[in-house]
Nanobody, 115 residues
């Protein structure tokens, strides 16, 4: 079983930066691919970025060049560094992992960007 806990959200102004953290339980963290999703009010959940256990990354076009996903396998933490935030980045951000065909989600952390 994998437990995920996000932190780091908040209210910021456009152009500012935030770093989200996803702390994971278990000793298999380095084997698990981690994704960040977001869901804005009235919209479907959107995959923002992903990182493999070995560190390979991929990003949605909507945030490419502004967000960076990373991980520290020694600490069981994945990060999402967000720069130049825009009002359209306002959403609840979720950490996701899939292990043995089971989807695991964190509780989410709210990011609000004011114009």
């Amino acid at each position: 079983q994998v437990q995920l806990v996000e932190s780091g959200g908040g209210l910021v102004q456009a152009g500012w930066s935030l770093r989200l953290s996803c702390a994971a339980s278990g000793s298999t963290f380095s084997l698990i691919d981690i994704d960040w999703y977001r869901q804005a009010p009235g919209k479907q959940r959107e995959r923002v970025a992903g990182i493999s256990g070995g560190g390979r990354t991929n990003y949605a076009d909507s945030i490419k060049g502004r967000f960076t996903i990373s991980r520290d396998n020694a600490k069981n933490i994945a990060y999402l560094q967000m720069r130049d935030l825009k009002p359209e980045d306002t959403a609840v951000y979720y950490c996701h992992a899939k292990w043995w065909q089971i989807d695991y989600w964190g509780q989410g952390t709210q990011v609000t960007v004011s114009s």
